[in-house]
């Protein structure tokens, strides 16, 4: 069974740091990116970043609002990847959710290297972080 | 204001056909593949529609996705209450090299 488990949100306050961690299973880690999505309260989801695969170099890519002040890592030791968020602002308060990109799929490469989906719905259930003073 | 446009609201009646379009430009639309998504409060976001027209199983076949030029479409062809939620289209921005999404789109069945 496909799984992500995000552990790591609360209340901080504006300036602060928090990380969050999220554990997967159920899928071949190593070949995924991973991706963070986030939605604010009444709002709509927005993308975070991500971070390619050790194979693609384990690059990151970052949305503009959190460029310089958020960290996408990941361990593929522990099949968990974490959001390291710094200076954070009030406009950061949302619901915090990993997933896979393409977000919500799972891909990886076959015996013939041919890239080909392994699990769709590759979610988080989503972790709430609050910055308020 | 998101780089692909929905429009805000849609609405239909039970079994009534019901579109959502999606708007974006030459670097993302126009040169990557669309998906689509369902989000209900307090869940994780649903996969509808990958690579523009691909259905995931156990995803109703009435759901359909269509890519044309700049713009994407969602397609419901026969409304149930349970479709009552907000979508989202999704895709690669090369310029931006970022995903964007759509500013969603809440779907009422009447």
């Known amino acids: 069974e496909v799984q992500l488990l995000e552990s790591g949100g609360g209340l901080v306050k504006p300036g602060g740091s928090l990380r969050l961690s999220c554990a997967a299973s159920?899928?071949?880690?190593?070949?995924?990116?991973m991706t963070w999505v986030r939605q604010a309260p009444g709002q709509g989801l927005e993308w975070v970043g991500r971070?390619?695969?050790?194979?693609?170099?384990?690059?990151?890519d970052y949305a503009a609002p959190v460029k310089g002040r958020f960290t996408i890592s990941r361990d593929d030791s522990k099949y968990t990847t974490y959001l390291q968020m710094n200076s954070l602002r009030k406009e950061d308060t949302a619901v915090y959710y990993c997933t896979t990109d393409p977000p919500g799929i799972a891909e990886t490469y076959d015996s013939n290297g041919y890239l080909v989906v392994e699990a769709f719905d590759v979610w988080g259930q989503g972790t709430v972080v609050t910055v308020s003073s | 204001q998101s780089v692909l446009t929905q429009p805000p609201s849609a609405s239909g009646t039970p079994g009534q056909r019901v579109t959502i379009s999606c708007s974006g430009s030459?670097?993302?639309?126009?040169?990557?593949?669309v998906y689509w998504y369902q989000h209900l409060p307090k869940t994780a976001p649903k996969l509808l529609i990958y690579r523009n027209n691909r259905r995931p199983s156990g995803v109703p076949d009435r759901f359909s996705g269509s890519k044309s030029g700049t713009s994407a479409s969602l397609a419901n062809s026969g409304l149930r209450s349970e479709d009552e939620a907000d979508y989202y289209c999704?895709?690669?921005?090369?310029?931006?090299?970022?995903?964007?999404f759509g500013g969603g789109t809440k779907l009422t069945v009447l």
């Open positions: 030459n670097s993302n639309i126009g040169s990557n593949y």
């Open positions: 971070v390619k695969s050790k194979n693609d170099g384990e690059t990151t």
């Open positions: 159920g899928f071949t880690f190593s070949n995924a990116w």
């Open positions: 999704a895709t690669w921005d090369d310029s931006l090299s970022a995903w964007v």
